[in-house]
Structure formats: structure tokens, C-alpha cells
């Protein structure tokens, strides 16, 4: 999977894996812009120790000028976000489900079994792709290698809409990590804390034969396999 283009990316969330990430996309070459719940000066004290040369917004100015947003705020927020401001764009759901501190959140999971299908129903008309909550933030730099790297770590991008997890494919590979795009994007469930791949660090082989596996262990047996884009 080759990088794409340079990008202009949003980031919803200051914290350590929204920090990383803005950190990993500019080394990276992308245009980024962070962005917290509220007044953006705060961001701006927190950008410039953990993040230096990222750009900060308010959330509606970061999204308004973006290809990609990321979301790494905690999960139970994901009710503050406005749906329209993020209708056609695409999204990457870093989050995760911690159940020892977010609570069972019955409401946002009522009738789904994995988070972004919980952030997709939210989300109407956004382009949903379930990416980089698989990595920890101390890894973004530490794990990431040049295209071609023997041990180039490998992570996968799951989504309803085969273009959108292509997009977030191009851009996690321009971080250093090759990428296994993949839908439906309930295949995502095989992302989540749990489960093998969240766990452990493969490559890109194992990346796709655990997905495989682990997805297929998760539907139905009459339900048809998640299909490598």
C-alpha cells in the first residue's frame, strides 16, 4: 500500500493518542490541525510541548479544512459531536471502548457490536473508517518504518465504504506502517481491546490472516467473510 498525497488532516482530541498521531502525520509531511471541546487556547499551550508545529482551530474551522479527521476523544463524548459538521468527510475512528472507565454505555451500543458502528450510526453520512486504535501512542514513532522495511509493522483500516478505507490506508502507510483495508466495517470488531491484534504486533500477513480469522469467529456462519479491499 503506497502513501498518498499530502493531506490536510483534522484531529479531534489533545490527549496522548491525539498528540501522537498529529506528531506522527506532520513528521509525516500533512498539513494538521488539532482541535479540543471548546476555546482553542488551551490546545495551543498543549500543542506546543506535545505537538510543536501543529496547527490549532476550533473543531468546526479544523474540520472545514480537512480530507481526513481523526477522532481520539474519549468514547461517552462521542454524543457532543454534531453529526452534520462531519457528514461526507472521512473519518477515522481511533477510539476504543474502555468499559472499566467509560461504563457499559448501553444506549450508544444498543443493536451494534463494535465501536464504529456505534460512531458510523451516530455519524450519519459520515465516512467511517475503524483505524489506528490498534497501536499504542507510544508507538507511532517508535514502531514506524520505511515503506519496504523487513519489519515494518503492519495495522488495518475497516470500513463500509471501500474508497474512504483506501484513503485512511494511503495515510496510515505514509506514517510508517503497512496497512491491510478491509470491509464491512463491523470487520473492525477484530480491532477492538480483546482481541489478538490489538494485543500483539504483526506484520502484514499475519495482520490479514488474524482478521480474517478473527471476524469470521465473530459472524454468523452464514454471514459472508470481510473482503480485503
Not at 488539532?34 to 474551522?61: L, Q
Not at 480530507?67 to 462531519?86: G, Q, R, T
Not at 470487520?187 to 494485543?199: K, T, Y
Amino acid at each position: 500500500m503506497s502513501s498518498v498525497a499530502v493531506s490536510r488532516v483534522a484531529i479531534l482530541g489533545v490527549g496522548k493518542v491525539g498528540t501522537a498521531i498529529a506528531r506522527a502525520a506532520l513528521h509525516a509531511g500533512h498539513e494538521v490541525t488539532i482541535a479540543g471541546s471548546g476555546d482553542p487556547e488551551p490546545v495551543r499551550f498543549i500543542t506546543e510541548i506535545m505537538a510543536p508545529g501543529v496547527a490549532v482551530a476550533t473543531a468546526a474551522e479544523a474540520v472545514a479544512g480537512s480530507e481526513l479527521v481523526v477522532l481520539s476523544i474519549p468514547l461517552p463524548k462521542l454524543a457532543s459531536l454534531d453529526p452534520e459538521m462531519l457528514r461526507g468527510r472521512i473519518v477515522i475512528d481511533a477510539m476504543n471502548h474502555w468499559q472499566p472507565t467509560d461504563g457499559a454505555l448501553p444506549e450508544l451500543f444498543a443493536g451494534v457490536t463494535s465501536t464504529s458502528e456505534a460512531v458510523a450510526r451516530h455519524l450519519e453520512g459520515a465516512r467511517v473508517v475503524k483505524a489506528l486504535n490498534h497501536i499504542g501512542y507510544h508507538e507511532m514513532e517508535s514502531d514506524r518504518r520505511e515503506e519496504g522495511a523487513a519489519d515494518r509493522r503492519a495495522l488495518a483500516a475497516a470500513s463500509d465504504d471501500r474508497e474512504a478505507a483506501e484513503a485512511v490506508a494511503g495515510f496510515v502507510s505514509s506514517l510508517g506502517f503497512d496497512v491491510q483495508p478491509v470491509t464491512p466495517l463491523a470487520a473492525g470488531r477484530a480491532l477492538e481491546p480483546g482481541s489478538e491484534i490489538f494485543a500483539g504486533s504483526f506484520g502484514a500477513v499475519d495482520v490479514a490472516e488474524r482478521l480474517r480469522e478473527a471476524t469470521l469467529a465473530l459472524e454468523p456462519a452464514s454471514a459472508t467473510a470481510p473482503t480485503p479491499v
